[in-house]
Structures are given as C-alpha cells and as structure tokens.
C-alpha cells in the first residue's frame, strides 16, 4: 500500500533544504499543472443513466467528473432504484454510450457487479476489480485508473488487495471535512457527500493559501433527481466551474500528478526530477514554470 508523504512536510522539507547562501529560505511553490494551488475533484458512483445529464452540466461549468461504473451491470435495468426519488425507474448506461458520454470525463471503476468487498476472498476482490478494470478498458479504449468502493465497503485489508491491481487510487465513502491531501490513495477519503458540498462551498472559495489543497466531493447522479437536491448541485457548479483559481481533474490525474510530486528527488542545492517521472510545475516570481523528467532545478 502506497503511504503517501503530507503534502505540508514535502513543502516544509523542501523550504528547509533548498537555503541559499545568506541562509534566507529559497521555498519551491509547486502547483497544479494550470498553476493553481487549489482542485476540484467531483467523484460519482454507480453509472445509471442519471449520469448523463449530470456529465452534461460538467461539460457546461468546464468540471472534470469521475464516473465509477459497475460494468456487470451496463444495459440492465437498476431493480433496486425503484421506488427511489419521483419514482423513476432506473436504468444503467449501454455500453456503448459510454465513450460520448463521458467524452471529457474519467471512468472508473466501482466493481463489476457493485459487491461489497469486505468478507470476499482476495481472489474474489481481485475477480471483481480486475474484471471490471479490463471490461472498462475494452469498452473505453482508455487506462483505467481509479475506484471507489460499492457500499464503501473497505478496510485496510481490502485496501492493501486493491493496492495490488493496476488502479492507482480507490475513494471510500468517509468524509474527510477537510481539503487536505489524501494519506492514503487507496483509502481516499473525500471531502464531503454532495448533499454537504455547499457548506464547504464559500470556505474552499476563499481558500488563500500556499500549500496545496483539494475539494473532493462525492456522490449519486440518480439522487439528483430530488429537486432541491438538482436545484444545489445546480448552484454548486455554477459557482464552483469556470474558475481560473481551481484545477479541476479526474481522480486518477490527480493522483498521477501527486505521486510526481512524491518522486521529486531533493537536495541541498537542488531539485530533480527523476527520469521516467511526469512533468512537475511550480512559480518563480509568480511565473508558472515547468520541470521535465530528467530536468533539475538549481538554487
Ligand atoms: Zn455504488
């Protein structure tokens, strides 16, 4: 399982090592890749034909969803979505509609038939995952990256199992009430359910800080159907989308982007970026910057 370093002491670290001669600190600002301190991620679950509208008003803000998909269930009617709000009776996405759908979207994975992983074998963890991670890679042409757990269903165990697939990071359903980075990339818990976003809203907004941070929300496209619940998802996109102040990404960039950040190697003097690495961005005087792998940055 990847223990991932805080962010705060990877910042504190390099501020501490990167000295210049009249021993005045000489801190690196690492950002996001749109040189932002702030992100957004918007993570949703189940695949149901909600979510195409919902990817829909995405696309109308320029946010970047995180769609988790039951690929055993594409096609099929959701059962157990009936009787839920304005009595709709669900319906899961066609596969086929996949790729338009979510055009500018991630997919991901939330298990081939949405079980529970706790009290499964570890191979049957790996034959729920894994079926579901090469289904939606066929059915996308795409690199399949991120998860969340079916009920939320996880613990360090589980957690340890799906540390094993190709996946790179795995939400769970706890909420974190922070905007802090994540310890744990697969025990990823977000910042909020989306029902609770809005209480977050102005504080993250207002967020004036130097560190990096992250707003990850979390939630159901079929619960939108609600209407004050679609009315505040409403409000929230139109405040939060469009910003120039907030990178929003996909769950598996950002975990991509953070794990560069991870394997920047540090030294007295300078800052490496390892070959083989992925481009890493900071600000000198206010000017967004890049370091290539196999670039270093001398102080
Ligand atoms: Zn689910």
Not at 43 to 55: F, K, Q, R, T, W
């Amino acid at each position: 399982m990847t223990k991932a370093l805080p962010f705060p002491f990877l910042v504190l670290i390099l501020g501490l090592l990167l000295m210049d001669c009249s021993g005045k600190s000489a801190e690196i600002d690492l950002v996001y890749p749109d040189g932002n301190h702030k992100a957004l991620i918007m993570s949703y679950d189940d695949g149901l034909a909600d979510d195409i509208a919902l990817a829909q008003l995405f696309d109308h803000y320029g946010i970047i969803g995180t769609f988790h998909l039951n690929s055993g269930l594409l096609d099929t009617r959701a059962i157990w979505n009936e009787g839920k709000p304005n009595e709709f009776l669900g319906t899961y996405l066609s596969k086929d509609t996949l790729v338009h759908v979510f055009k500018n979207h991630e997919i991901a994975v939330h298990g081939t038939y949405h079980k529970a992983l706790i009290g499964l074998s570890d191979e049957e963890i790996l034959e729920e995952i894994n079926v579901d991670i090469e289904n939606l890679s066929i059915l996308s042409d795409r690199k399949i990256s991120s998860m969340a757990y079916a009920f939320g269903s996880t613990n360090d165990h589980v957690a340890e199992v799906i540390g094993t697939t190709p996946l790179t990071n795995a939400r769970t359903v706890k909420s974190s009430h922070n905007f802090d980075l994540p310890q744990d990339y697969y025990l990823w818990n977000p910042t909020c359910h989306d029902s609770e976003a809005l209480e977050y809203l102005e504080a993250y907004l207002s967020l004036n800080s130097p560190s990096l941070s992250l707003f990850y929300v979390w939630g159901h496209s079929w619960e939108l159907r609600d209407t004050l619940r679609n009315q505040n998802i409403l409000k929230f996109c139109h405040e939060i989308g469009d910003r120039d102040d907030i990178w929003s990404s996909g769950a598996g960039d950002f975990a991509d982007y953070h794990a560069s950040l991870k394997a920047l190697e540090l030294s007295t003097k300078q800052m490496t970026n390892p070959v083989g690495n992925g481009i890493v961005y900071y600000r000198e005087k206010g000017q967004l910057k890049s370091l290539h792998p196999g670039q270093s940055l001398l102080r």
